[in-house]
């Protein structure tokens, strides 16, 4: 059972960075997608970056530059990197992870980390 741990959130001003961290324990399989998702109260959630073991990442907003995603394959980790900060960013940012057991994908979920961009 793959268990993802999320870490990095807080507080920060506008126009400051962040690095957020997910770690899966469990892992068993190599073939696999990492994505972050993020959910501010009253909207659904929605994919800011996802990354495959192969390193093809993919944005949902390609125009704005500000987040990017990456991976470290040895110690079963995913990082977002996000810049410039705005408050519009404020949710809980949620790291996710789908394996393929060969003939199958198997979703997981972390259980979230909350962004605040305020002064």
């Known amino acids: 059972q793959v268990q993802l741990v999320e870490s990095g959130g807080g507080l920060v001003q506008p126009g400051g960075s962040l690095r957020l961290s997910c770690v899966a324990s469990g892992s068993i399989f190599s073939i696999y997608s990492m994505g972050w998702y993020r959910q501010a109260p009253g909207k659904e959630r929605e994919l800011v970056a996802a990354?495959?073991?192969?390193?093809?990442?993919t944005y949902a907003d390609s125009e704005t530059g500000r987040f990017t995603i990456s991976t470290d394959n040895v110690k079963n980790a995913a990082y977002l990197q996000i810049e410039s900060l705005e408050p519009e960013d404020t949710a809980v940012y949620y790291c996710?992870?789908?394996?393929?057991?060969?003939?199958?994908?198997?979703?997981?979920w972390g259980q979230g980390t909350q962004v605040t961009v305020s002064l």
């Open positions: 990354i495959t073991n192969a390193g093809a990442a």
């Open positions: 996710n992870r789908e394996e393929y057991d060969g003939s199958r994908w198997h979703d997981y």
